[in-house]
Structures are given as C-alpha cells and as structure tokens.
C-alpha cells in the first residue's frame, strides 16, 4: 500500500509561479501524476511520468507546468508557472502499482487527499 501526500496548494493571482510536492510512503514502480478537479467538473489528468521519466502533459498545461520525481525523497513534484485562474481546482497525487501511463482517473490505483490550488485574476 502507498500513501500519498500532497503540499504547496495556496491562493496566489495570476501570472505566479507554484510547486507541488507529493510525498509517497514508499518507492512506487509505477506510474506517478498529477490530476485535479474544479468545482463541477469531472476530475482530469494534468501531467503523468512514468517510471523511466518520460512525461506526458495535457494540453491546457503544456509549455507551462512541469512534473518531476526525485526517486532519492520517494517525492513527487509538480512545477507551475504562468498559472491562470482556470488553473484553480483541488490537486490530487495519484499512482499505479505497474503498468503505462495513462490520463485516466480510474486507472490510478493510489491517491493523495489533494492539496487546493486558488489563481485570481
């Protein structure tokens, strides 16, 4: 069993910069990412890394946000910059035991409690 822990949400205006660490309790082999939900709005994928470091970025993110893992603290990171205020939402870390990565919530089989993220304009 893993468990994950987020931190760095806050409330900030637009234009700033943020990072998000998630502390896992163990080495997870699997994949490692990033999802967060607005309010009424399903729960999407944000960015994915996958155990040999390739990344992957939904497109509303890509140019601006950044994930990263330092294997060494069992930690995960989400890099943000340029943040806007449709950016606002809960940040969830979530992982898999094995397999690909995968922009699906379902797929996921480890979630942190999320960490709240507010950009105003």
């Known amino acids: 069993q893993v468990q994950l822990v987020e931190s760095g949400g806050t409330s900030m205006q637009a234009g700033g910069s943020l990072r998000l660490s998630c502390a896992a309790s163990?080495?997870?082999?699997?994949?490692m990412g990033w999802f967060r939900q607005s309010p009424r709005k399903e729960r999407e994928g944000v960015a994915l890394i996958d155990p040999e470091g390739y990344t992957y970025y939904d497109d509303s993110v890509k140019g601006r946000f950044t994930i990263s893992k330092d294997n060494a603290k069992n930690t995960l990171y989400l890099q943000m910059n340029n943040l806007k205020p449709e950016d606002t939402a809960m940040y969830y870390c979530?992982?898999?035991?094995?397999?690909?990565?995968?922009?699906?919530?379902?797929?996921?089989?480890?979630w942190g409690k999320g960490t709240l993220v507010t950009i105003s304009s």
């Open positions: 979530a992982a898999t035991s094995g397999g690909m990565c995968y922009f699906q919530s379902s797929l996921m089989d480890y």
């Open positions: 163990t080495y997870v082999k699997g994949c």
